[in-house]
């Protein structure tokens, strides 16, 4: 049996012909340029179903949407944020500083009924240092901390790949420190004078 | 003056609409977008580039011969733009309407190649010199079986003059001074009988006129291809192997030229190729019994119309052809040096051979 697409091909014809073939195919995807993929989700069932037209996506006019489980950029909603330093801990390459600060009182809840006790003078996630294995947002308590679908975040300066989560200026955070070695020192103060007074007894 | 003036501002026109439509016509054959930033639909593109190369440092290396790499453009660009000087786009509009035009584009043409081997030697670059190598040995090799095709074309004609040639392959056929008493007939033998003087359009067109033109056309247009360094006989430029060819050297203004000396060949040998061979500036459609449809797109000789009509038909049948180059390019992969010359000494020299003595007897038959 001879398959045709083995035997080899010879002849003036068989050339014309596969000029001609050449011609077609160029022919029909100029005529095919008016037509564009669309710019579908890969969770779309039309995702691999568009074999015609330009497939070239004008990125920053538009993009395809990422999964909605993807790990792209992180988030810390600080408002919701006890400031446990879970994150921190475990993340793998210490992209993640916290620094904390106790409340002299209870200073509100969070979203979902949390308590907040602490202040977070420091909240920086260095992403050019991240690794995105979602660590930090599988532990975080109260989902403060997610992974947002914004993955177009270059910058010309490495410095501001560290984002800054914390809520509080540096004076404000001076003034909470302050306050909080006050109301120890108060603390102290009262316990000196109890024990004073205990062994007066 | 004015005509030289005019000619060069028709060319860079054409150019930089080329230019433009190359990116878009390749993007669009692969899938792609093109330039869509500058202008609507990135239309100011190559304006833009254009702009952009003018401003450019131009760079001459150190160990480069600097009379001949800086005389290079500027003697290939001149050789290619002589060439329009005898190409008619209208009835009555010719830039210098010479006797010996065809015999004069040939020759002026040819210096396109001491300008390139200038170029490729000046550069002190081996790339630049294997390019200009590979260039001549292609553009002389293939203006054989060019210029033989252009032959078959002549001795049906008669004419070396581009004008001439072009009122033969028309309606207009009688008006040409000393054609008076002409006559077309179908397939040019008059034993058929069937005078299409007066039909005109495709009828008349030297591919119909003598059909064995259209192999001859087919010659010529693979030489032209091979004559303006296109794709798939771009072997002197190559891009992937030799970098650029020739013209690697070249920065800024300089590059410009040569890239508009490159272009202007794609044109010019278009150009040529719808006048020897798809009628010229003649019209597509014949004289039908009643509906004159000729007559209605030819216009009045010496007026508006004749010029709006002959230019309009000589650009459009030009720039089909130039989009057919464009495809080309983008359709076929590039042949190696031994079967370029193999294709032109082998296949296209015998074959027009056997044309051109086809084409006297054919001419036999014509009178």
Same mark, same amino acid.
């Given at each position: 049996?001879?398959? +045709? +697409? ?11 012909? +596969?000029?001609? +073939? ?58 919701? =944020? ?50 995105? =294995? ?38 404000? !955070? ?6 909080? !070695? ?9 316990? !000196? ?9 | ?86 190409? *008619?786009?209208? *009835? ?139 794709? *798939? ?116 020299? *015998? ?17």
């Amino acid at each position: 049996m001879k398959k +045709s +697409s083995v035997t080899h091909k010879t002849g003036f014809w068989e050339v014309v012909k +596969s000029l001609l +073939s050449g011609l077609r195919l160029t022919w029909r995807h100029f005529r095919n340029a008016d037509k564009r993929r669309a710019p579908v989700p890969v969770m779309d069932e039309n995702y691999f179903k568009q074999p015609e037209g330009l497939v070239t996506l004008t990125y920053p006019y538009e993009a395809i949407p990422v999964p909605e489980n993807g790990r792209y950029r992180l988030h810390n909603e600080i408002d919701d =944020c006890i400031v446990c330093d879970l994150c921190a801990k475990i993340c793998p390459v210490n992209c993640i500083t916290i620094e904390s600060v106790k409340a002299t009182e209870e200073i509100g809840m969070t979203s979902d009924g949390t308590k907040k006790r602490l202040y977070a003078p420091v909240f920086d996630i260095d992403m050019a240092k991240c690794c995105y =294995c979602g660590l930090c947002t599988t532990v975080c308590p109260t989902d403060c901390l997610t992974m947002t679908p914004v993955y177009d975040f270059a910058e010309v300066d490495i410095k501001n790949m560290i984002y800054h989560f914390t809520d509080l200026t540096p004076e404000q !955070a001076e003034e909470k420190k302050q306050l909080l !070695a006050k109301q120890q020192e108060e603390m102290a103060a009262a316990k !000196a004078a109890a024990l004073a007074a205990r062994k007066q007894q | 003056m004015l005509a030289f003036l005019l000619t060069l501002m028709l060319l860079l026109g054409i150019v930089i609409v080329l230019a433009y439509a190359e990116r878009k016509v390749a993007a669009f054959m692969q899938d792609r977008m093109g330039p869509t930033e500058a202008g609507p639909y990135g239309s100011l593109q190559s304006v833009l580039d254009v702009l952009k190369l003018l401003q450019k440092e131009d760079i001459v290396p150190a160990a480069a011969d600097k009379k001949l790499f800086k005389l290079a453009p500027i003697l290939i660009f001149a050789a290619v733009f002589a060439g329009f000087a005898v190409i *008619p786009f209208t *009835p009555d509009l010719i830039p210098a309407g010479i006797g010996i035009g065809v015999f004069y584009l040939l020759a002026i043409i040819s210096l396109d190649v001491v300008g390139l081997l200038m170029a490729g030697w000046g550069s002190n670059n081996k790339y630049a010199m294997l390019g200009a190598m590979r260039s001549v040995a292609q553009i002389v090799s293939y203006e054989i079986p060019a210029g033989l095709a252009i032959l078959s074309v002549v001795m049906i004609c008669q004419s070396l003059d581009f004008q001439e040639i072009s009122y033969q392959q028309g309606v207009l056929l009688n008006r040409f001074p000393g054609l008076e008493f002409e006559k077309n007939w179908l397939f040019g033998i008059e034993a058929l009988g069937i005078n299409t003087t007066n039909i005109g359009g495709i009828t008349t067109w030297n591919i119909f006129r003598a059909p064995l033109l259209l192999v001859a056309f087919v010659i010529y247009f693979i030489a032209s291809l091979a004559e303006s360094n296109r794709a *798939p006989f771009d072997i002197p430029e190559a891009e992937s192997e030799l970098v650029a060819g020739f013209h690697v050297e070249y920065s800024g203004f300089r590059f410009a030229i040569l890239f508009l000396a490159e272009y202007s060949m794609m044109v010019l040998v278009s150009l040529v190729a719808v006048i020897l061979f798809l009628g010229s500036w003649n019209t597509p459609l014949p004289n039908l019994t009643t509906l004159k449809l000729a007559n209605w797109t030819t216009g009045t000789v010496g007026e508006l119309s004749g010029i709006l009509w002959g230019g309009f038909w000589l650009l459009s049948k030009t720039f089909v052809l130039l989009f057919l180059q464009l495809q080309i390019r983008w359709t076929y992969p590039r042949l190696r040096v031994d079967q370029l010359m193999y294709l032109c000494w082998k296949v296209l020299t *015998p074959v027009a051979l056997v044309i051109v003595l086809l084409a006297g007897i054919w001419r036999l038959l014509m009178v």
